[in-house]
């Protein structure tokens, strides 16, 4: 039976790292540290790969948040929508119908369906993340301080 490592990680770090949609970049915890950190797909730094590769362990990426990712949670909120004229708008700017718009701006005249949608987003990305921590047996403080094992 291993031991616990206690260590201190940034909750908004590691919430920005799961929000991050850059794709010139990959990020990375330190589970030694609790360092958050990114390097640049591009990298000419040979070395700074190399460690990670060989501290597989200690270094976890963090996925990215793509466009895969905000798709299902578009679609899922689009799919939900009650308002026919609302819900045809978007599914033509889902699809690249002219004229389009990005979904936020769109629903930012629909106060009710805004609030919808950044709360979908909010427990899509918190169940995102509580799972990549179970998965990698990161778990909060008051989850080893209570003897329960969940982020």
Same mark, same amino acid.
């Given at each position: 039976?291993?031991? +616990?490592h206690? $260590?201190?990680?940034?909750w908004? &770090?590691?919430?920005?790292a799961f929000? #991050?949609? *850059?794709t010139?970049r990959? @990020?990375? %915890?330190?589970? %030694?540290?609790?360092?958050?950190f @990114?390097i640049?797909?591009l990298?000419?730094?040979?070395?700074v790969? *190399?460690?990670l590769e060989?501290n597989?362990?200690r270094?976890?990426?963090?996925?990215?948040? &793509?466009y895969?990712s905000e798709r299902? +949670?578009v679609t899922?909120?689009?799919?939900? +929508?009650? &308002?026919p004229?609302?819900?045809?708008?978007? #599914?033509?700017?889902l699809s690249g119908v /002219?004229? @389009?718009?990005? +979904?936020?701006?769109?629903?930012?005249f629909?106060p009710h369906e805004?609030?919808?949608? $950044? %709360?979908l /987003? &909010?427990q899509?990305?918190?169940?995102r993340? /509580?799972?990549?921590m179970?998965e990698?047996?990161l778990f909060?403080?008051?989850?080893v301080?209570g003897g $329960?094992k969940h982020a």
């Amino acid at each position: 039976m291993g031991t +616990i490592h206690s $260590v201190e990680i940034s909750w908004e &770090d590691l919430l920005g790292a799961f929000t #991050n949609g *850059q794709t010139d970049r990959a @990020y990375f %915890l330190d589970r %030694l540290t609790g360092e958050i950190f @990114y390097i640049p797909f591009l990298t000419e730094n040979n070395e700074v790969r *190399q460690q990670l590769e060989n501290n597989g362990e200690r270094f976890l990426e963090i996925p990215p948040f &793509d466009y895969l990712s905000e798709r299902k +949670i578009v679609t899922e909120f689009v799919a939900g +929508i009650s &308002d026919p004229e609302l819900r045809s708008m978007l #599914n033509s700017s889902l699809s690249g119908v /002219k004229p @389009y718009g990005k +979904i936020e701006d769109i629903i930012s005249f629909y106060p009710h369906e805004e609030e919808r949608f $950044v %709360l979908l /987003k &909010d427990q899509f990305l918190s169940k995102r993340l /509580k799972n990549w921590m179970e998965e990698n047996n990161l778990f909060t403080a008051d989850a080893v301080q209570g003897g $329960v094992k969940h982020a």
